[in-house]
């Protein structure tokens, strides 16, 4: 077994969002960052995010924001549809005076591969960030005064005054470390993917070009459609409720139960199903939030602490939160554990509200019969300059600086 002669001061494990934008948020304030993925080179899969206010404030923060926005979409509204009817439920306004009174940051939606370039591209040009790709963390030991990881590709053992953990929803350091278990299969799979905007026709060709965030609500199914990458492409979501999930089989959330749950829906949500991409479908998971993300000098990081279901678009979103609040934390303190005990301290709370809210509100995207039509009926009556019942979410709770340690 080959040990490193001296210790890195901080390792980040996992070449994500979050990942990424912890090793940044770790250099900017002020400490050497390791940070070990697993993949042989760095890359994002998936397709379009939404990125709120308080996103866009933490990319500021992270000093990215402007890069970002050179290709993300700046859209003017969002809004409700009946997926079944084709009618418009309700609309918030994301460009207006409200808007900007109530947000200082704008709303972006973005390529996620876009979003990880940006950070990655931060990341290598700071001196103090060091990344390495094709190492597996097996497993971690630690004691008062170092964190010792073991990788699957070979006996070499590194060593670090910390690790902070953000290797995403089926993180093995979490699962040592608060033994919950595996996540939450919510039996729902999604099925998405962006094109280019032009192939976008029929009933979908007008929705295309207005710039908005489309979320078309029906019974145990949704679709999610926005632009991305300065317009060129876009980005569609269709999600499903699946009746054929089984915890021991694969053989659920199927092309044939996409069509079918979506036969009932609207001429202009039909017309996007063709163009929706079937190369692979991605089950719908989560966890129920746990009361502690800190586990000496280990600490848990987005999807590893808080992953949720996708229904407020806060997955990423709440990863950088937590990027920017575990590097003003680590400014405060000059013990990294110490650090670690104030910024969970500092976001857990917000981060379990917001996962146990993603929860309700796919209940109510997803309504059916009565349950739809009352939905509708409220809904209709809101202001497009109404942001109340959001607002908790799309700002934090307040600014990032660290809760002192020992403290509430």
Known sequence: MRSTSSPHPIIVVGGGIG???????????????T?????????EIGAGLQLAPNASLALEELGVLAEVRRTAVAPHRLVMMDALSGDQITELDLRGDAYRARFAHPYLVTHRTDLHAALLAACRAH????????????HAEQDASEVRLHFAESTEVLRAGAVVAADGLHSRLRSALAGDGEPVCSRYVAYRGALPTERMTGHMSRHAASEAVMVWAGPRMHLVQYPVRRGELYNQVAVFESDRYTPDSDDWGTEAELEARFTDACPAVRDALPLISRDRRWPLYDRLPIDTWAHGRIVLLGDAAHPMLQYLAQGACQALEDAVALGHALEQFADA???????????QERAARIQTNARRFGEICH??????????????????????????????????????????
């Open 127 to 138: 001196p103090a960030v060091t990344l390495r790709t094709g190492h597996t963390v097996t």
């Open 367 to 408: 309504l059916e019969g009565m349950g739809a039509t009352l939905r509708n009926t409220l809904l209709r009556s809101r202001s497009p300059q109404d942001f109340d019942d959001i607002s908790w979410v799309w700002t934090p709770a307040a600014p990032y600086h660290a809760v002192p340690a020992g403290s509430a």
């Open 19 to 33: 990942g990424l934008a912890a090793a940044l948020a770790i250099a900017r304030s002020g400490r050497g960052v």
């Open 337 to 347: 554990g110490d650090a670690f005990t104030a910024y969970a301290r500092r976001r």
């Open 35 to 43: 940070l070990v993925e697993q993949a042989a080179r760095f890359g």
